[in-house]
């Protein structure tokens, strides 16, 4: 009688072992869905503004200074109407008849941009 009686309490442990041991695991499932939501929900947010003004497309002149390069002048301009830099590169070279990449010091180039209509003055750099 003892040695039944020790064997369900054995069972009656190990079920309980077992029991716990699902409880931890669920609510470790439970809390990792629970922050990959979180995650979902607060990275992926993006504030999204209403333009108050048209936007209009404007050149501007710039003298090539010792070092530069269409990219570097490029990533200077470059506005959100472009859908990437290339693009971007291949509009000053289609504006200045360029068909390399090639540009000198001290000559003069042709950049597009878009700005605030009104915002006519942008900074040559």
Not at 41 to 61: D, P
């Amino acid at each position: 009688m003892y040695h039944t009686n020790t064997k369900c309490r054995i069972i009656d442990y190990s079920r309980r072992n077992m029991n716990i041991g699902k409880r931890s695991y669920l609510f470790g499932v439970i809390l990792l869905f629970m922050l990959i939501l979180a995650s979902i929900i607060f990275i992926t947010k993006t504030v999204t503004a209403e333009r108050t003004s048209a936007r209009e497309k404007l050149v501007t002149s710039v003298q090539i200074k010792k070092g530069d390069s269409l990219w570097s002048i490029a990533n200077t301009y470059i506005t959100e109407e472009y859908r990437n830099i290339n693009e971007y590169i291949e509009e000053i070279k289609t504006s200045n008849g360029l068909s390399t990449d090639t540009i000198h010091a001290g000559n003069y180039i042709i950049v597009p941009y878009y700005a605030d209509a009104g915002n006519r003055i942008r900074g040559v750099q």
